[in-house]
């Protein structure tokens, strides 16, 4: 395959600002990125670059050209029962969300919304995702095989739950076979990882636990995906089952699921002790804003995890989530970081929905910043989507338009989106 460009506004947010200050942030208002293979060869202003890719096709995109979204916590099953009135978490699950699970025992159900959730990544500039399927094995085959067609970015793994509710029930043995069996099955495809998915403290038995953590102990590139100090009822249930552990995260720690490579959405009624142990182990907090808006359960801490250094990334966490716009749920960040009189800049906010959740999922070698030899994943957002966008980023500064974005923004401000440099998804006219 040959070189192709594309020249347009670069923005990438490589580092967290917070550590990194303004170096952290590469912009270039007129940028060329070229690219072989899907993969980024070389990114820089146009007028430097020009000369040494004279032969190569440009297309010229309209808009800020930023890396594809990556939402560290989702669930696809849940995407029809997003807007369900009424509850916080525990009810939520019991009268909403385990229900709709449940018809994922249909393999023909589990297709038609890993394509529909697919498609609604990719409308909103979602490229990458680390995302919760069903107790069912083939509700992570579904996932595959649609993102595998479409060459994304996407982590998944088999939900471990052998205190579920009847019809969603799996066994510490069942539910460790078939990880086991979608592990070989999937490992080296694609674009996909593997993450062990044991759903929450609650929903398994301690043998189902330490299942969990003998999985990630035996295979080294699988991640750990699960929640955490979500709700206060759920936490006082989580205290009320495990008495010997010290808080919430200990119960985890004791079956030998907190490390570098765990992921634990929510994360937003922590103890310092908590959070120092999250620093230590290198684990993180996929932050769920809009979720945790949706059912009551907090504002995250952003100063208590940045006081301690706990890494971070970004999710939606769909169907509590009521956005798939990692955009818009980056100006929730925004909002729920004020709510505790903290500070959090656009381009911070960027970082978390990229850079940040890269890291988080251990794929920052490969996506989430479009530097050179990373893949060509990207979103192309427009600041003039909606009139009253329009009005408000006309002659604005960066900061300023992409703060904007973020707080008036959603899938309607996404113009097109690339995987591995090919257009994947591009807006109607209007
Ligand atoms: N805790 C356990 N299961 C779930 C879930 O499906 N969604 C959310 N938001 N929290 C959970
Ligand atoms: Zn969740």
């Given at each position: ?38 993969v ?10 020009a ?22 916590h ?30 994922f ?5 589990a ?18 995702a ?26 998944s ?71 955490l ?60 804003p ?31 989530g ?61 600041a ?47």
């Amino acid at each position: 395959m040959g070189l192709k460009a594309f020249r347009g506004e670069l923005l990438s947010v490589a580092q967290d600002p917070r550590e990194a200050g303004s170096e952290a942030v590469r912009h270039e208002a007129d940028g060329l990125l070229v690219i072989e293979d899907g993969v980024i060869l070389a990114r820089g202003a146009y007028a430097d670059l020009a000369a040494r890719f004279a032969d190569v096709p440009v297309e010229r995109l309209d808009g800020l050209i930023v890396p594809g979204f990556i939402d560290a916590h989702v669930h696809y099953p849940q995407m029809d029962r997003i807007a369900a009135h009424g509850e916080q978490l525990l009810d939520w699950l019991e009268r909403h969300i385990f229900p709709a699970e449940k018809a994922f025992a249909a393999r023909a159900h589990a297709d038609a919304l890993a394509e529909a959730f697919l498609t609604e990544l990719l409308r909103n500039g979602t490229t990458s995702a680390l995302v919760f399927p069903t107790v069912h094995e083939h509700s992570v085959d579904a996932l595959f095989e649609a993102a595998l067609a479409r060459r994304m970015r996407i982590i998944s793994g088999k939900v471990l739950m052998d205190l579920g509710p009847e019809g969603l029930r799996d066994t510490p043995q069942t539910g460790r076979a078939e990880s086991e069996a979608l592990i070989r099955r999937w490992r080296g495809r694609g674009r996909l990882g593997y993450a062990m998915t044991p759903r929450f403290a609650l929903t398994s038995s301690d043998a189902q636990l330490a299942e969990a953590g003998a999985f990630l102990e035996a295979h080294p590139d699988a991640l750990l995906h699960t929640h955490l100090a979500e709700n206060v009822h759920e936490c006082a249930a989580v205290a009320a089952r495990f008495p010997e552990a010290i808080d919430y995260l200990d119960v985890y720690d004791r079956f030998g699921l907190v490390g570098s490579r765990s992921v634990f959405a929510h994360g937003i009624h922590l103890s310092d002790r908590a959070c120092t142990r999250l620093h230590e182990s290198g684990a993180g907090i996929a932050v769920c804003p809009s979720s945790n808006l949706f059912l009551g359960s907090g504002h995250f801490n952003f100063g208590q995890a940045d006081r301690i250094g706990v890494r971070l990334g970004l999710g939606t966490d769909i169907g509590a989530g009521t956005t798939f716009s990692m955009l818009h749920t980056a100006g929730l960040a925004y909002q729920v970081a004020l709510a505790r009189e903290e500070r959090m800049d656009p381009f911070r906010a960027l970082w978390l929905a990229t850079g940040g959740s890269a890291r988080l999922l251990g794929i920052a070698d490969k996506v989430g910043a479009l530097e050179e030899g990373q893949e060509a994943d990207f979103a192309v957002l427009d600041a003039g989507a909606t009139p009253l966008l329009a009005r408000r980023t006309r002659d604005a500064a960066l900061a300023e338009r992409l703060f904007a974005l973020q707080i008036l923004g959603d899938d309607r401000a996404i113009a097109r989106t690339y995987i591995l440099g090919q257009c994947a998804w591009q807006r109607k006219p209007t």
